[in-house]
């Protein structure tokens, strides 16, 4: 004699099961709609005006700091952000584009500049740290017409192709004379070693730089 068995209703396993009254996260994540960039959760409108007034709130957050540096000879005080480099604070704040953003990381030396006469990478530098600083740029070599010995030298001996690499090269070069590290080519070399040129002219760099020490 066969007995027949009622049909199950337990759900397979391994499945999920959904029903009206409790909702699945697969139903919870339908209910979620994006519309017209405002983000619609289970009724709850999350539009662009609250994303922006956070941006906002978060820039305004921003810690800022006054700083008081001179800059070819000239004082400068200005409100920064923390995080702003001494690259920035030159080209953007006060508008000296001379020092070059090449890869703002201190690998190619373009940015280079003189920070209390010594030669630093200005994208690695925090503008913040250098309140009372004295900081010389390309800008700052020249007197008036008359060009510094190592701007002419780079023109005697056209010591650059593009020239994107040039205003560095020839901070570098300053520190370099400064420091007495021209005795040779190869010393030369050495202590310029961080400034990159894509276009190759080392071999006119280092007679620059050797004509400026030497006057040869
Ligand atoms: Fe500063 Fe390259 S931009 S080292
Ligand atoms: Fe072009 Fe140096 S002159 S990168």
Do not use: W
């Amino acid at each position: 004699m066969s007995v027949e068995q009622p049909e199950s209703t337990a759900p397979p396993e391994g499945s999920v099961e959904e029903s009206s009254s409790d909702p699945s996260r697969r139903a919870f994540i339908a209910s979620t709609a994006v519309v017209g960039g405002a983000v619609v959760t289970s009724g709850l409108a999350v539009g662009p005006s609250v994303f922006g007034a956070e941006a906002a709130a978060a820039a305004e957050a921003a810690p800022t700091s006054r700083v008081s540096l001179s800059v070819n000879g000239r004082r400068h005080t200005v409100t920064v952000d923390n995080r702003t480099s001494l690259l920035d604070l030159l080209r953007e704040h006060l508008d000296l584009t001379g020092s070059k953003k090449g890869c703002n990381a201190g690998a190619c030396g373009a940015c280079t500049v003189l920070v209390d006469g010594r030669r630093v990478n200005s994208c690695l530098t925090l503008a913040v740290r250098l309140d009372g600083a004295e900081i010389t740029t390309v800008e700052g070599l020249a007197k008036g017409e008359r060009l510094h010995p190592l701007q002419q030298a780079f023109i005697d001996q056209d010591a650059f192709q593009c020239g994107f690499c040039t205003p560095g090269q020839i901070m570098s070069g300053v520190g370099c004379v400064q420091e007495g590290h021209t005795g040779s080519p190869e010393e030369i070399r050495e202590f310029r070693s961080g400034n990159i040129c894509r276009c190759g002219c080392y071999v006119k760099i280092v007679r620059a730089v050797e004509q400026a020490a030497h006057g040869k």
